[in-house]
């Protein structure tokens, strides 16, 4: 299993980015889908989550200006992001707990995709 991450970029302050995640190989089931994001000289931190029943949770910086959605039958995720601040730019990770088996549960990370916003 793995997953693919695409969509990020450069934008300026105020524009949109959108974030698309795929989980590829042989998946049973999904628990919680994520995006976390880790800016120079920072830790890794959570953006936002979504369980497999819709519902979320978002870090306090990005209420209302972002959103996370999934596919559950596509098994995807994707986090759009309008008013971008300067202060958004950083890593952007996918993250998923998936379980290849019914037995087998393991926790997933993207390879990351770069997100810079110009002031």
């Known amino acids: 299993v793995q997953l693919v991450e695409s969509g990020g970029g450069l934008v300026q302050t105020g524009g949109s980015l959108r974030l698309s995640c795929a989980a590829i190989?042989?998946?049973?089931?999904?628990?919680?889908m994520g995006w976390y994001r880790q800016a120079p000289g920072k830790q890794r931190e959570l953006v936002a989550v979504i369980t497999s029943g819709g519902s979320t949770n978002y870090a306090d910086s990005v209420k209302g200006r972002f959103t996370i959605s999934r596919d559950n039958a596509k098994s995807t995720v994707d986090l759009q992001m309008n008013s971008l601040k300067p202060e958004d730019t950083a890593v952007y990770y996918c993250?998923?707990?998936?379980?290849?088996?019914?037995?087998?549960?393991?926790?997933?990370w993207g390879q990351g995709t770069q997100v810079t916003v110009s002031s």
């Open positions: 190989g042989t998946i049973f089931s999904i628990n919680d």
């Open positions: 993250n998923a707990n998936i379980w290849a088996t019914p037995t087998r549960r393991d926790n997933y």
